[in-house]
């Protein structure tokens, strides 16, 4: 099979991907490769200097002519079948001890020297009392594991960093996303188109230069983000309402079978 | 080849532009930086992050905020928002949309049964609150107050307060969009006077603010407003030209009784119809037994006004009537037919203002005599 590939990636600066089919060494089916990276871009206006950058993104993809193999995909977080925990507790107890108590524990013998200075000090019918103290704690260790490029349902993947910091790097260097496996009957089109898709709200801008110390409100931070945003959208590949396309790639092979004979 | 490695590349110059004065507006404004940055309220505050921005000062009515992150965003006295606000999806936990504020009024500050409480205990609020304190929050309360409040007392107490103590540019929005909205016809009146005493502040907002209600529900009062304040010219030449093509006839009919009461209280008696008691309308035909009927309605009230200024000076009548006498002096002619005469000719002056009388022809003949 011949893989014909066709990547967009009209605003490459901040986003770029490219994909790479190739035969499986099973048969009717193909494993795709995927390189992608994100870029955090300035644009200057001068006095100012408005950083874009991405919270988080998606990967969606639309296989044709076959389906996406569900045990091989990239990044699958697999829950374990059972959790063991580990507690350390460290006991404590704080009592008090009336004197009487004390005394009367030291005469029967079941209280050793408590502290002899309690007989000693005690006067009449005057009670005092002693306190000892030890401190109770638990410790617990829980374990998270990030996974940058999780698999969803759905056929998607979600791309984020720990701590909602903005995406920046390669997350996928030719690395395999899926595997991709022909339908029965052996179809005129087999491939998959996979898509790089940023939420309007997942957009986010900094102020990283202000020489003019311009104070930036939220109101008007929200709406230079959303100016950016329209912006961006119309240069990108595709949007909707909700999210904007930045990289597109359709991979695929037509039959060589010719059916009619 | 690349156009170029940089991203500005893709930005035109008036994006660019655009960008460099949303940042350097002096306006934290929300309507005025989205028109600031040539966005449409209708289309393009879909599916955004606006989480914690501020709608303060803002008529953000008719806007589509669908899907939109609005966790948090505030507004206060003078945000304008309703049913055309569009929210679907829209995330409005801890905002200004969750509280409810414009629709609900402030009743997560003011309990429900806070407004049926007796006068007493609401007055007593009202004067523990002193000017020092006064905040929005306090305002609001008051509107609500004023709003929902089943003491007219406590009403009319509430929106003196705030009268007294919010700036005249927040009383006209006040007025207009919270007041006069109403569907409360003591409200509205009560609101319409409230602004007609704002007329010696700001002539040109208090006529606007009533112009535009010109259409609403409460066009009778808007008029009666206008007709009272506006100066003789062509300002209440248009005036009377607008309202003679009103569809509601009460509203027509309630323009006509203040223009003629301002004319004084000669005019302001034979301008309606002494059978029905009705005002002439605009274009009404006045025949000439109309105008004996007026004559006769002239002379009882000259009598009465001779017996009340006669014998009754100090005190009221029968009917606790005051006449002045201005009738007695307008009209005075001896005999009937001169009389008739004085009533055309007022009601011919009055007709001057554009009200389109079609008065007996013959009666201009007695005129010319």
């Known amino acids: 099979m011949k893989f014909n590939e066709k990547t967009e990636n009209p605003l490459g600066q901040l986003v ?246 | 080849m690349k156009d170029s490695f940089f991203l500005e590349s893709n930005f035109s110059h008036s994006d660019l532009d655009r ?44 806007f589509d905020f669908t899907g939109t992150n609005l966790i948090g965003a505030k507004g206060n006295i003078r945000t304008l928002w309703d049913n055309s606000t569009i929210l679907h999806e829209a995330q409005i936990d801890d905002s200004i949309f969750q509280r409810g504020d414009q629709e609900e009024g402030v009743s997560s500050v003011l309990p429900e049964g806070f407004f049926r409480q007796h006068w007493v205990d609401l007055a007593l609020w009202l004067n523990s609150n002193s000017v020092e304190k006064f905040t929005d929050e306090y305002a609001s309360q008051l509107v609500e107050i004023t709003l929902k409040s089943d003491d007219q007392y406590v009403r009319k107490s509430a929106m003196e307060t705030l009268s007294r103590n919010v700036s005249i540019e927040t009383l006209f929005s006040i007025i207009e969009n919270r007041f006069i909205t109403t569907d409360d016809k003591f409200l509205a009146k009560a609101a319409f006077q409230l602004l007609g005493s704002l007329y010696a502040d700001n002539i040109q907002e208090t006529l606007a603010v009533a112009t535009r209600q010109l259409r609403g529900p409460w066009a009778a009062f808007a008029a009666e407003l206008l007709v009272q304040k506006l100066p003789y010219g062509n300002q209440l030449k248009y005036l009377i030209e607008l309202m003679s093509r009103h569809e509601d006839i009460l509203v027509r009919r309630s323009f006509i009784a203040k223009l003629a009461e301002r004319q004084g209280e000669a005019t302001e008696l034979i301008v309606r119809n002494p059978l029905s008691g009705d005002v002439f309308d605009f ?79 013959f009666a201009t003949a007695h005129l010319e005599l």
Not at chain 1, 92 to 119: C, H, L, M, W, Y
């Open chain 2, 283 to 361: 274009h009404s035909f006045i025949r000439k037994t109309d105008l004996e009927n007026l004559t006769r309605v002239v002379i009882r009230r000259r009598q009465f006004e001779k017996e009340f200024l006669e014998n009754n000076k100090f005190g009221r009548n029968f009917y606790d009537q005051v006449y002045t006498g201005a009738v007695s002096k307008e009209f005075y002619a001896k005999n009937t037919k001169h009389l008739e005469m004085q009533i055309f000719n007022r009601l011919d002056a009055f007709n001057k203002f554009g009200l389109g009388y079609k008065l007996p022809i």
């Open chain 2, 19 to 62: 960008m460099r004065g949303l940042i350097e507006s002096s306006s934290s404004n929300f309507v005025e930086l989205v028109n600031l940055a040539g966005l449409n309220p209708h289309t393009d505050l879909r599916y955004l992050d606006l989480a914690g921005v501020s709608f303060d000062d803002c008529d953000i009515r008719g």
């Open chain 1, 16 to 261: 770029e991907m490219s994909t790479r089919t190739v035969e499986s060494n099973i048969e009717m089916a193909a494993d795709i490769f995927v390189t992608l990276c994100f870029g955090v871009e300035d644009i200057e206006l001068e006095e100012y200097t408005v950083s874009i950058k991405f919270r988080r993104a998606y990967l969606t993809t639309e296989p044709n002519g076959g389906r996406i193999d569900p045990n091989l995909k990239h990044g699958i977080r697999k829950h374990p079948e059972r959790i063991a925990r580990e507690t350390e507790i460290e006991k404590s107890t704080k009592t008090t001890v009336s004197n009487n108590s004390a005394r009367e524990a030291i005469v029967s013998g079941k209280f050793s020297p408590i502290d002899q200075s309690i007989e000693a000090s005690r006067k009449g019918k005057k009670e005092t009392s002693e306190v000892a103290e030890v401190q109770l704690s638990e410790r617990n260790t829980d374990f998270f594991e990030h996974i940058p490029v999780e698999a969803q349902g759905n056929d998607r993947w979600i791309i984020c960093n720990e701590k909602d910091i903005s995406l920046s790097g390669y997350y996928l260097n030719n690395d395999r996303l899926c595997r991709i496996i022909m339908d029965n009957g052996r179809p005129n089109r087999f491939g998959i188109s996979i898509a790089v898709e940023i939420k309007r709200q997942d957009i986010a801008i900094e102020i990283t230069k202000n020489t003019r110390w311009f104070p930036l409100v939220p109101n008007k931070e929200k709406l230079l983000n959303a100016l950016i945003g329209q912006r961006l959208a119309s240069i990108a590949h595709g949007r909707n309402d909700r999210a904007i396309t930045f990289a597109k790639s359709d991979t695929f092979v037509n039959s060589e079978v010719d059916h009619e004979g």
